[in-house]
């Protein structure tokens, strides 16, 4: 989201008094880099007012080199752009602004309303080249803005990133158990469900030996007193 300064004549100026204003805000916007401000560009509207709009830079750093100027052209050829820094020109702020708009009050005897888009009216004036202490005060807090968000983004940033803790030498671990060998070495075949008994053993009470099992197995034939 932007911010920007508004600035309007109080008076309707006859076009062509408008055009000298014009040329001179130009004029006298000339000998700024404006860096950490928009400079002063005025139009006419249709009632015949003077406006313009300035937007503020509050992360403007002064440019060291022109990265646009093609490094084989020389300073001295018609096409080079020496940089900002290398003109000696002062930087253009808030304040640089407001004070080329008391200029062009003094020289064309034109006064100012100054606002800004979160306000519904004008924060102050600027007459016969004089602005009101109070607008002095907020353009001098806004013109601060970038100072403090350059404060707080550099406390914000970690000089470097956090390594986690190592752990101490007594640090516990769990250790992994063997598990219990089982005990029943018989083979998975002959295991016996509930109620059964065991290969080789019988129930209490009922041992018998091959011959009477044998016995057993044989059909029985009743001999009657008599008969063979």
């Known amino acids: 989201m932007g911010f920007s300064i508004q600035y309007r004549s109080t008076e309707a100026v006859h076009p062509a008094r408008a055009f000298e204003i014009k040329a001179d805000a130009s004029c006298l916007s000339s000998g700024f880099t404006w860096a950490?401000?928009?400079?002063?560009?005025?139009?006419?509207?249709?009632?015949?007012?003077?406006?313009?709009?300035?937007?503020?830079?509050?992360?403007?750093?002064?440019?060291?080199?022109?990265?646009?100027?093609?490094?084989?052209?020389?300073?001295?050829?018609?096409?080079?752009?020496?940089?900002?820094?290398?003109?000696?020109?002062?930087?253009?702020?808030?304040?640089?602004?407001?004070?080329?708009?008391?200029?062009?009050?003094?020289?064309?005897?034109?006064?100012?309303?100054?606002?800004?888009?979160?306000?519904?009216?004008?924060?102050?004036?600027?007459?016969?080249?004089?602005?009101d202490p109070s607008l002095r005060e907020q353009l001098e807090a806004f013109s601060t803005i970038g100072t403090l968000l350059d404060e707080l983004t550099e406390q914000d940033e970690p000089d470097e990133i956090p390594k986690p803790p190592s752990k101490p030498a007594n640090f516990w671990e769990p250790s992994t158990l063997p598990l219990p060998k089982r005990t029943d070495d018989a083979p998975s075949g002959n295991r016996t469900g509930p109620g059964q008994a065991k290969p080789g053993r019988s129930k209490p009470g009922n041992s018998k030996s091959p011959s009477d099992q044998d016995d057993e197995d044989e059909p029985r034939v009743l001999k009657f007193p008599g008969t063979e």
């Open 36 to 131: 950490s401000c928009e400079p002063v560009v005025l139009e006419q509207q249709s009632d015949g007012h003077l406006m313009g709009t300035s937007m503020p830079n509050f992360f403007a750093e002064p440019a060291e080199s022109d990265p646009t100027q093609d490094p084989g052209t020389s300073a001295s050829s018609p096409d080079a752009q020496p940089p900002a820094a290398d003109q000696q020109l002062p930087d253009g702020t808030v304040l640089a602004m407001t004070d080329v708009l008391c200029e062009l009050s003094r020289r064309h005897k034109v006064d100012w309303q100054i606002g800004h888009e979160f306000e519904s009216e004008p924060i102050g004036e600027i007459r016969r080249g004089v602005m």
